[in-house]
Every structure is written in structure tokens, then in C-alpha cells.
């Protein structure tokens, strides 16, 4: 509720003081519920009748700005697979499992459905890194450049998208269709 009791609060005018007063309640009250706490049976009622809104469009505004906080763990708990082989998938695929809200585990299924594609790709390439230094006859391992690529790429993405949740509130790489 923290922003929209805020928005409806202000549309009319009101300052905290002014809406607690109004609704007979606490100012540490409307301050609790506009910091996050969710107002329930007498304190909603106050509330919504002093802004005179039915209650279903205060918990119907709440529902328009769905917070993105747990994609951003998700996304974040892809750094593991730069530590951990498979960590990548994982640990995103467990959050995102474990995550009721719809918004964010559609987006923690694409972050991991990136990971998957760039692990496969990884993997394959660390298996045929061998043959091919093998029949070029390179003494360098040639499984450290790809290793390092992708490494690199995968680190590149987690920024670019956490940046991208930071500021837009949705991923700015991601696969057109989500296989997951």
C-alpha cells in the first residue's frame, strides 16, 4: 500500500497529520501503512472513509505497481554460477520456484531460461574445446577462452538486467519465448 495510500492521500490534498485526524487514527499509523504495513478490517475502513474510496480501489492500486524485489534476487542469485558449475540455474530456479507472486517468477523463469541457453552453450563448448586444441595442435588450453567469454557474458547480462529491473521494472535481455 506504501505508495498508493501516499497518491490517494495527496489527490486529496490531505498531509498525514490531516488524513489521521480525519480517519481517527494514529499518525504513527498512516505513516506504518504508507512505509508498507497493510491496513486491515477497522484501520482499512477508517482509512478508506476518510478518502471516501470504496476499499477495493485502495487494494486494487496496490495490485497495479506489483514490487519486483524477489526478480531482483533471482537475478542476482545468478552470480553463484560464476562460483558454483550449474549455480546459475540453481539457485534463480529455486527462488523463482519458491515465489507466489505471478510478476516475478515470470520474470525469474526468463532470467533462468537465459542461464540454461548460455550454460548449455558453455558446456558444449568446454566439451569440444579438447579435440579441437588437439587437432590444431595448440599447447595453450583452449578451454580457458571460452570459459572467460562466457563468464564474462554471463556477468554482463546479470548487471544489464539488474540495471534494467532497477530502472524499468522488467529485464532488458531475455528470450522472445520462455521455455520454463
Known amino acids: 500500500m506504501q505508495p498508493n495510500l501516499k497518491i490517494l492521500r495527496e489527490q486529496k490534498n490531505l498531509t498525514q497529520s490531516e488524513l489521521a485526524e480525519k480517519s481517527g487514527l494514529s499518525l504513527r499509523t498512516i505513516q506504518r501503512i504508507e512505509a508498507g504495513n497493510i491496513p486491515k478490517g ?17 487494494l486494487a492500486a496496490d495490485e497495479q505497481n506489483p514490487t519486483i524485489d524477489r526478480a531482483k534476487l533471482i537475478n542476482l542469485s545468478a552470480l553463484s554460477g560464476l562460483i558454483i558449475p ?53 599447447k595453450f588450453p583452449l578451454f580457458i577462452v571460452p570459459l572467460i567469454l562466457f563468464l564474462s557474458l554471463k556477468l554482463f547480462i546479470i548487471i544489464k538486467n539488474g540495471i534494467s529491473l532497477n530502472q524499468n521494472n522488467e529485464l532488458s535481455i531475455k528470450l522472445k519465448t520462455n521455455f520454463l
Open 42 to 58: 477497522f484501520t482499512l475502513k477508517a482509512i478508506t472513509n476518510a478518502l471516501e474510496i470504496e476499499p477495493e480501489k485502495l
Open 86 to 138: 550449474f549455480g546459475s540455474i540453481i539457485f534463480p530456479l529455486i527462488l523463482t520456484y519458491k515465489t507466489k507472486d505471478s510478476t516475478n517468477k515470470e520474470l525469474g523463469k526468463s532470467i533462468v531460461s537465459v542461464h540454461i541457453i548460455l550454460t548449455v552453450i558453455l558446456s558444449v563448448l568446454m566439451i569440444i574445446s579438447p579435440f579441437l586444441q588437439k587437432a590444431v595442435s595448440i
